[in-house]
Nanobody, 123 residues
C-alpha cells in the first residue's frame, strides 16, 4: 500500500505558474502508474495528466502544452508543473496511484489517492 501527500497549491494570478508535488511513502512510485486529477466546485473530478510505468505521459486537452507531469524516483515524488494558468484551472488537485490495469483516464482505475491541494487562479 502507498500513501500519497500533495503539496504546492495556492493562489496565483492568471498567467502564473505553480508546481504541485505528490510525495509517496510505503511503496516506491515506480511500481505504479500515476495520475493527477482535479475537481472544481459543482463539477465532477476530471483527468489532468498521467505518468505510466513505462514513462509515457498523457494530458487532458485542456492542459496540453501548459502542464507537465514528471516523476523523481530518488525522491519518490511525482510533480505537476503548471504554467500559463487560467481561472478555469481553479480546483482541488489530487494525485492518484494505479497498481493494476485499466485506463489512465478514469478515476475508477486508481487505487490510492492523496487528500488534495487547492489551486486558485485569479483573473
Amino acid at each position: 500500500q502507498v500513501q500519497l501527500v500533495e503539496s504546492g497549491g495556492g493562489l496565483v494570478q492568471a498567467g502564473g505558474s505553480l508546481r504541485l508535488s505528490c510525495a509517496a511513502s510505503g511503496r516506491t512510485l515506480s511500481s505504479y502508474a500515476m495520475g493527477w486529477f482535479r475537481q472544481a466546485p459543482g463539477k465532477e473530478r476530471e483527468f489532468v495528466a498521467a505518468f505510466l510505468r513505462s514513462g509515457t505521459t498523457y494530458y487532458a486537452d485542456s492542459v496540453k502544452g501548459r502542464f507537465t507531469i514528471s516523476r523523481d524516483n530518488a525522491k519518490n515524488t511525482v510533480y505537476l508543473q503548471m504554467n500559463s494558468l487560467k481561472p478555469e484551472d481553479t480546483a482541488v488537485y489530487y494525485c492518484a496511484a494505479r497498481q493494476g490495469l485499466g485506463s489512465y483516464y478514469y478515476s475508477e482505475s486508481y487505487d490510492y489517492w492523496g487528500q488534495g491541494t487547492q489551486v486558485t487562479v485569479s483573473s
